[in-house]
């Protein structure tokens, strides 16, 4: 009698083992089987970060951001062959900025309120807020656009600037004041020289 005892206590217990090995065994196969599902469209997520309103989520192919209005309505913000950086220029605006090597990249911008999105500036040098105008490079030269109303002529600031393959080499310092002048620092001539010099921003 007491043999068959310990021999059912036995069996009960090498059930319980058997059973407790095969269920860690199914939820490593399952971890796995997951893991190897998501090779070849690996998910690089930037939620929400701070109080920046923006997330973008990438596959092998191409990111693509998302930006979150102040009314809570999400909108499309483009697809880009790597993940942009974003940060608050304004309030109201979002700033999207994306690499293309070193130094170059573009610059867009969404308002928060109406969705409007600019199209894309390279090499932005300032941004005016109050005024909604941006400073970029174009070229051999510094132009100044409205950075949504398309009907307003940019304006091109012309000057000797000193030779360069980048005009962000040429131009070390710019920004807009309060009252709408243009403030930058340039290299002119074959000798380098620092100058600087203001405009008055007035779109025609």
Known sequence: MKNSIVCVIYLILFFQFNCAKAKEENQQKSTYVNSQSNIGNKDIKSDIIGNIPAKTVCNQEKCSTFVFLKNGAKIFAGEYAKEPSYQLAASNLIQLTISCGSPCNYTSYINLTKG?????????????????????????????????????????????????????????????????????????????????????????
Request: glycine content about 4%; some cysteine.
């Open 116 to 204: 409007t999105q600019s199209k894309p500036f390279f090499m932005v040098l300032a941004i005016d807020t109050i005024h909604e105008c941006v400073a970029f490079c174009d070229k051999s030269e510094i132009k100044i656009s409205a950075i949504f109303d398309s009907t307003k002529s940019p304006i091109l600031i012309k000057r000797n600037y000193s030779p360069s393959a980048t005009m962000s080499t040429v131009v070390d310092s710019a920004s807009f004041r309060n009252d709408g002048i243009f403030v930058f620092h340039y290299y002119t001539g074959k000798d380098f020289a620092g100058v600087w010099d203001s405009i008055e921003v007035k779109f025609q």
